[in-house]
């Protein structure tokens, strides 16, 4: 998922000094730690726009910890989170800046032995570099950037040379693409036309709908950017308007999204619209509210399991404790977890030192049965599976209003390019 454009300088010299300083400690670790707490970090923005969501994926985290912790935790090691806020009120949502603070704060913790997180792109970006010197891994379940991964941006984001950033869902290569695919194939559009919200997911998703919008002779009869600060956007719309398109795509989160698609409803009520996973949220449907809402369609980066009832007492026992139901990113922060945790039970059992350098490696080799399927890594740190999932805003009387599983009619798999 999901680093405004104004935020994007200065990361670069920032990181640059974090690393030299944390590259003495890569590799951290200790032996023989029966006596020892093993430490996951989480860093997740859960102040502003997002929060509702990141507690989503908080909760996901946690419950796999606490479920492992019971069962004897790690070769009888306990298990500890350790909770960072990467949001701001400066920011009013995800800060790339205090992100990066956070993972500093992680890696110079020698217990910290993996990460679980980011929720978005942006704060990946600003992260890993950081985690990269220190050759501690991560695992998000719904940063989808492809740059994170993308060998051609290897220096700037691995610049040890291997792989830390591991996904639990797949990326925006898939997931903008196959949303341009769906609306051609099933919502029949012949035009669209393209916003963003200056985001490094926004800007990236929309960018990779777009680019197979064209090549698939869907026309694209513009692109523009939101300033997510901003509290109007009806010069754009109005402008929009005037092109009578059948659709529009947004790529960004509810900072922006929320006032689009109130606004949008009023200035263009009939026109199709969908978006990336950046809306896929508790916070853009409570936020736009009924009817607003009604109709957006929008995409998460991997299978759509929450409604499966191999998953129920999953879901009920989640209700019961949480007073409200998960979403699919739960899902995949509980599988990120597992993933991490069934990494440090391999490097317990082999005996050999627990290091971050070996659980980074025990990540990469996973191949682990989860409750959205087998994971398993390519070489790059990313999912094997590819699959998209769509849904569209649909109002249910007989549940809440903020009930995502309810109010989030699941549509399909969106076509693969």
């Known amino acids: 998922m999901r680093m405004t454009k104004h935020m994007r300088g200065g990361l670069a010299s920032f990181a640059a000094v974090s690393v030299v300083a944390l590259a003495a400690i890569a590799g951290a670790g200790w032996a023989n730690a029966d006596d020892k707490t093993i430490k996951l970090g989480i860093t997740l923005p859960i102040t502003g726009a997002d929060a509702a969501d990141a507690l989503l994926i908080q909760h996901g985290f946690e419950i796999a910890i606490e479920e492992a912790n019971a069962a004897g935790g790690v070769k009888g090691m306990k298990l500890e989170a350790v909770i960072k806020d990467s949001g701001t009120a400066t920011a009013g949502q995800y800060d790339p800046a205090q992100a990066a603070t956070n993972t500093k704060s ?82 029949k559009a012949t035009n669209v036309y393209v916003l963003d919200d200056a985001g490094a997911y926004g800007v990236g998703i929309a960018d990779a709908f777009q680019h197979q919008a064209e090549k698939i002779g869907l026309k ?20 929009i308007k005037q092109l009578n398109p059948d659709s529009v795509y947004y790529g960004g989160v509810n900072q922006a999204g929320v006032k689009l698609a109130k606004q949008m409803a009023e200035i263009l009520p009939n026109v199709k619209k969908g978006g990336g996973d950046g809306i896929y949220s508790s916070e853009f449907l409570t936020g736009v509210g009924y009817p607003s809402v009604e109709g957006w369609y929008c995409t998460n980066a991997g299978p759509h399991v929450v ?36 990494a440090l039970k391999r490097v317990a059992a082999s005996g050999k030192p627990m290091t971050r350098t070996a659980v980074r490696d025990a990540i990469q080799e996973s191949k682990l049965k989860t409750l959205q399927g087998e994971v398993s890594f390519d070489k790059m740190g990313d999912i094997n599976d590819r699959t998209v999932s769509v849904f569209q805003f649909k109002k249910n009387d007989k549940f809440p209003l903020d009930d995502v599983i309810h109010q989030l009619a699941y549509v399909g798999v969106a076509p693969q390019s």
């Open 307 to 342: 409604e499966d009832p191999a998953l129920a007492t999953f879901v009920k026992n989640f209700n019961d404790k949480y007073k409200g139901n998960p979403n699919d990113y739960t899902i995949t922060a509980y599988d990120a977890a597992l993933v991490a945790i069934d």
């Open 220 to 239: 694209v009869l513009g692109r523009d950017q939101l300033d997510p600060k901003e509290a109007d956007y009806t010069t754009v719309l109005t402008k």
């Open 106 to 187: 992680l890696v110079g913790d020698p217990d910290v032995m993996a990460v679980l997180g980011p929720e978005m792109s942006g704060e990946g970006k600003a992260m890993t570099p950081i985690l990269s010197e220190a050759d501690l891994a991560t695992i998000t379940p719904s940063s989808t950037n492809p740059d994170l991964t993308d060998p051609a941006h290897a220096a700037q984001y691995m610049p040890k040379g291997r792989p830390v950033y591991f996904r639990t869902v797949t990326t925006d290569a898939f997931q903008g693409p196959n949303m341009a695919n769906f609306f051609k194939e099933t919502m």
